[in-house]
């Protein structure tokens, strides 16, 4: 059964870093396009950053660019997010995604969903 496992997450101080990984089993990463989305309490889920299969990035949250990076490994499955200089407002449950049919800031047609991981950012 394909499944897509984040890991990372936690309680960071305002301009901390963190690292986000996601490891899929059951599918190549080789086919797909591979993002983060991140949902803040009350708010709606928005997509934050994507990589497409040729390895193209595409910001898609404004208040992110030069702070996140995305990071795929195909060899080993996986794709990370490195997040630096973190703020208040990065506070949230950050999801994995694989889309095949490429990068998209919409979660619809999403084939694969990390189960989400909290990140809090406070002093």
């Known amino acids: 059964q394909p499944q897509f496992m984040e890991s990372g997450g936690g309680l960071v101080q305002p301009g901390g870093s963190l690292r986000l990984s996601c490891t899929a089993s059951?599918?190549?990463?080789?086919?797909?396009?591979v993002g983060w989305f991140r949902q803040a309490p009350e708010k709606e889920q928005e997509g934050v950053i994507c990589?497409?299969?040729?390895?193209?990035?595409?910001n898609y949250a404004d208040s992110v660019k030069g702070r996140f990076t995305i990071a795929r490994d195909n060899s080993k499955n996986t794709v990370s997010l490195q997040m630096n200089n973190l703020r208040p407002e990065d506070t949230a449950v950050y999801f994995c995604a694989a889309r095949y049919w490429g990068c998209s800031d919409s979660s619809g047609g999403v084939n694969y969903w990390g189960q989400g991981t909290q990140v809090t950012v406070s002093s």
């Open positions: 059951g599918f190549s990463l080789d086919y797909y396009a």
């Open positions: 990589n497409e299969k040729d390895g193209t990035t595409l």
